[in-house]
């Protein structure tokens, strides 16, 4: 299937006829680029290279991944930390501070040029109190603590101007990206001073890992150090609350509170039941004894007679309280107690004087009513040493009684207390015990973070700029030959779309629905003077060859020839188509309004032939008119029905216009049935060539020419 070429021919036609205006004005935008770029300033370009770890970085929980969603969150995080104001303002300071405290107003140091930093102090002569020349980080501070966010601060001016360097509109121009799919990000920045660039991307990595581990490590640094305050203070209370729970045991004899209760209420149930039990035996011992003295009514005549014998007893009666003391508060189990064994051992010799002193006392063998004395005697001795005995163990009863008495009232009361004091510090070690767990849970997330990506780690190191970028220049030519080409393009197509010059038949035929007849070609260049006068035989020829099929024999072939203007060539048209069917051997007459005719006459209105109004008497073949234009007369009816083809003389450098048009369908509506054309004069050689053919001169490049236009581009091209 062919291509539709309308189009591209007509683009072709049209680029054609424009061609030097085209290329005469990209050369002179060319020229006055070449002019204006000789002095393009020196760029220098300065880059680095950051692994971040983000993507292939390791992880302490072995189940932990990252999606692309949390990639690209990642390596965005780091480019806007880049870009954003306090990283550039910390940046500007100190590439600030360096170049003000190096440079040299005389030559170029390895911080900033010296031209550059002639340009500096124009402008920050405010600032030289706070430079220090020994030292970079005191004119930093210096300029740091100067800084304000007010229009009055200078340093604040320079950070929010254009100018070069030092502004944030400058440090925005450094630019930050991720190599493709990798870890690595790659940061370009370039500038006119090799120096300063090198500097800044220098400063720029220093102040990026300084803010970028702050961010990073700053938050579970806060974590880790208000765990450790407060297990500090919670271990400093725990302390203190032991403390005070020892100081209360020491204090109360507290060793072990539920313990020592128990066994208090253990010593109190067996006190009761030993008591009754002493108690039994008390009364027993004490009723035997009253009965036997009774019977031998002894006493008084031992106590009379023996004081060794009372010492004994008084003695037998101390030694069996302390017995009784030592059995009843002894809490030793398993180990021999050497007081008490003691003691039992003296009580037993001193029963044993008791009876030797019983023995003894022989005057006293029988009672009143006859009764052996000696047996009743040991008896009685018997029962008396039980007896005091008993007593002995019934007061030291009473004495132990007051003793758990008050130990049960001391105890009693601290219970509470102490249980308090216990339940304060089971809470206090609980909360001890909780934060010691968020502290190791706050250092393994910082340990995860610092395991997962957070150290950036510097691959491809700034390096300082030797040499300058390549120049652009021949860049701007080559973008300002091809702008300069589009939009000359541009222009002229857009006024070739609103332009209503009709220039050829088919813009002529599109604009005034009519048919074009012939094109008359204009004087052209100078190039081609020499074959206008065989051109326009050429046209004339072709136009005589349309109009022929309409002659007819023995009789006036009348055409008319008007216009819709005046001088739009008619005569010469006229002049030129008579020579030509002369030398064929036609009998041609032409004749014109004015001349031969009055056109403000009513018989020119009223005639029903041109014949009727001339003086027309030899016998002609064709008879050629010329008539007025159409906006100065109108031409009757009968004269234009009457012709054998009518043709409207247009020049092809005029637009049609709304008038034109009227003019032109009044003209169709008189004709009828009969023959109207329009006729394009001054043309182009090229609207002529469209219309004829080809013109001389035939030489091999217009042939060329000719045939890439009409697309002949597989046939043979020669000189014949």
Known sequence: MLMETNTITYLARFIYRIRYKLFLGSIITCLLTIYFTRFLPKTYTVSTSIYTGIVSGGSINAETSMNWNETNNAFENIIQLIRSKKTLEQVSLHLLAQDLTYGNPTEDT?????????????YTKDLAPLVH????????QNLNRYLQDSPDNLIYRILSSDRPFYSFQA?????????GTSDMLEIVYESRDPGITYNTIKLLLEELLKRYESIRFGASHDVIKYFEEQIKSIRKRLQNQEDSLMYFSTQNR???????????????????NRYQEILLTYTGSLNLLQKLEKQLDIKTLLIKENESFIKTLDEISSLNSKITELETFSTTSGEVNTELLEYKRQLKAAEEKIAQTSINMDIYKYT??????????????QAFVQNKKAEAEVKTMQQLRNKIDEEILRFSPLGPSLNRQEREISISEE?????????????LKQKNIEVTSTTLDITVSPTYPIFPNANKRLLYIIAAFVGSFIFIMGFYLLIELLDKTLRDAERTEHFSKGKVLGVFPDKGSLKYRGFNRVCQRQVIQNTCNSLQDLLIKDKINIFNFTSIDPKQGKSYIINEIKEHWESLGFKVKSISYGQDFSTNSPDYIYTTSILNITSIQEKIDILLVEYPDLKNCQLPANLLTEATANLIIIDANQAWKNCDQYAFNQLTAKIKDSRLFLYLNKAEREAVEEYIGQLPPYTLGRKLVYKLFHFEL??????E
């Open 171 to 179: 440090l925005n121009k450094i630019a930050a990206r991720r190599l």
């Open 110 to 122: 390895r911080y900033i040029s010296a031209e550059n930093y002639r340009d500096l102090l124009k």
């Open 133 to 140: 020349r020994d030292s970079v980080e005191r004119t930093f």
């Open 254 to 272: 507290i060793i072990n509170y539920s313990d020592q209760t128990k066994h208090l209420a253990e010593l109190n149930k067996d006190y009761e």
């Open 368 to 381: 009143k009513e006859g009764l052996q004395v000696e047996n009743m005697v040991q008896e009685w001795l």
């Open 431 to 443: 909360t001890y015990k909780e934060l010691l767990h968020g502290l190791s849970l706050a250092r």
């Open 714 to 719: 597989s046939g043979r091209t020669s000189l």
